[in-house]
C-alpha cells in the first residue's frame, strides 16, 4: 500500500509558474500573465506568493532495489494563493485550487497559511474582495469569520459584477485565538507541513 500524501505549503518558485498559470486558466476569467507572477514572487516587497504543493514518496520493490532503483516522490502544485501586505493590511489577491481537488480542505490550508502570514507579520486587518455570485468561496472566508464590510460596485471589468469586499478582524484576540485553533486543527486533519506562514520569502533570505 502507498504512504498517505503529504501536503506543503510553500513559497511560489519561477519552476512552478506552468502548473499555476494552468490552474489560474481553469479557475479566473481573467487570468494573471506570466509577467505578473515574475514580479510579484521575484521584484515585489509586498508580495507574498504561496504554493500548495501534493507528494507522496514511492517506495521501490525488492526488485528494483536490485536494479538499483532509487525511491522518489511523485510531487503536484493543487493549489496557489498571493497576499500583498501593504501598510499594515494582509490583501489576499488571489486562492485557487485544481478544479480535481477541490472540496478536500485545501482551499482551507491556502486561506489559512496567508491568514497566518498576515498575522506574522503584524498585520491589522486582512481583507479581500471576491465576486457576490462566488458563494462558495464566501462559504470558505465566513468560516474563517471574515464579515462584508462594503460592496464595491462594478468591481470585475469583464461583466462589471459587484465585489464584496470582505475583513477578518484580526485585532480581536478572540478572532486570533479562534484562528489559530483552526489553523491547528488542519495538521491534526493532514500531513501539513507549513514552510510559507513562518517564513521570509526566499528573496529575502539574505545569501551567504
Ligand atoms: C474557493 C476555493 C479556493 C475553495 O477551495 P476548496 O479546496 O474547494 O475548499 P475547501 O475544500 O477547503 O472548503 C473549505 C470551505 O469552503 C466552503 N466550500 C467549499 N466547497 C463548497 C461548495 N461546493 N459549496 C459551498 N461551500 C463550499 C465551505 O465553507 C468549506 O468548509 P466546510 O468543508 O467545513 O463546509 C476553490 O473553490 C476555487 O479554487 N475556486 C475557484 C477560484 C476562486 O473562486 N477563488 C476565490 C476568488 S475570491
Request: net charge neutral; hydrophobic share 40%.
Amino acid at each position: 500500500m502507498s504512504p498517505k500524501p503529504n501536503l506543503l505549503l510553500r513559497y511560489m518558485s519561477t519552476a512552478d509558474l506552468p502548473y499555476v498559470m494552468e490552474i489560474d486558466r481553469l479557475s479566473f476569467e481573467i487570468p494573471w500573465s506570466e509577467k505578473s507572477y515574475r514580479y510579484e514572487m521575484n521584484e515585489s516587497e509586498q508580495s507574498f506568493m504561496v504554493v500548495l504543493e501534493w507528494y507522496q514518496e514511492r517506495t521501490v520493490t525488492r526488485l528494483q532495489k536490485l536494479l538499483h532503483i532509487q525511491p522518489f516522490a511523485e510531487r503536484r502544485v493543487v493549489g496557489y494563493g498571493g497576499m500583498w501586505f501593504i501598510s499594515g493590511e494582509a490583501h489576499i489577491s488571489s486562492i485557487a485550487v485544481h478544479p480535481r481537488g477541490r472540496g478536500r480542505g485545501w482551499g482551507e490550508i491556502l486561506l489559512a497559511g496567508m491568514v497566518r502570514r498576515g498575522l506574522m507579520l503584524s498585520a491589522e486587518e486582512v481583507a479581500l474582495e471576491v465576486r457576490i455570485s462566488n458563494h462558495r468561496a464566501q462559504n470558505l472566508y465566513r468560516k474563517y469569520e471574515f464579515k462584508t464590510v462594503e460592496i464595491k460596485p462594478r468591481y470585475y471589468r469583464n461583466n462589471n459584477e459587484d465585489a464584496f469586499d470582505m475583513r477578518m478582524n484580526v485585532l480581536d484576540a478572540a478572532v486570533c485565538s479562534r484562528f489559530e485553533e483552526r489553523y491547528s486543527s488542519l495538521f491534526a486533519a493532514f500531513q501539513l507541513s507549513d514552510h510559507f506562514s513562518d517564513f521570509s520569502p526566499p528573496r529575502n533570505t539574505p545569501k551567504p
